[in-house]
Nanobody, 122 residues
């Protein structure tokens, strides 16, 4: 059984940092990353990283503030979020892909986590 378990969300003030973690079990995955969904908004892509960490993507709004990384020995992907803004408030979902196709990953990841809440106050 594939399970993705996120942790690290919380309530912080604008300008603060959080580090999200997602640990996968039941398989290994070529691409791991994060989506988010704010209240009243559609779910959107945030960041993703390939198996060898050579291919990394970020949504434009988080470039320069967020850093994605992974530890394959732990089957875990991380999202370091700095300079958080109220607009970053959302449920953050871990998502993984089996194949090297980035476009297919963005359109439909293979598996999803249950999400972790990030709330940024002003």
């Amino acid at each position: 059984q594939v399970h993705l378990v996120e942790s690290g969300g919380g309530l912080v003030q604008a300008g603060d940092s959080l580090r999200l973690s997602c640990t996968a079990s039941g398989g290994t995955f070529y691409r791991m990353g994060w989506f988010r969904q704010a209240p009243g908004k559609e779910r959107e892509f945030v960041s993703a990283i390939s198996w060898d960490s050579n291919t990394i993507h970020y949504q434009d709004s988080v470039k320069g503030r967020f850093t994605i990384s992974r530890d394959n020995a732990k089957n875990t992907v991380y999202l370091q979020m700095n300079s958080l803004q109220p607009e970053d408030t959302a449920v953050y979902y871990c998502a993984v892909g089996i194949t090297p196709s980035y476009s297919e990953y963005v359109k439909r990841p293979a598996y999803w986590g249950q999400g972790t809440q990030v709330t940024v106050s002003s």
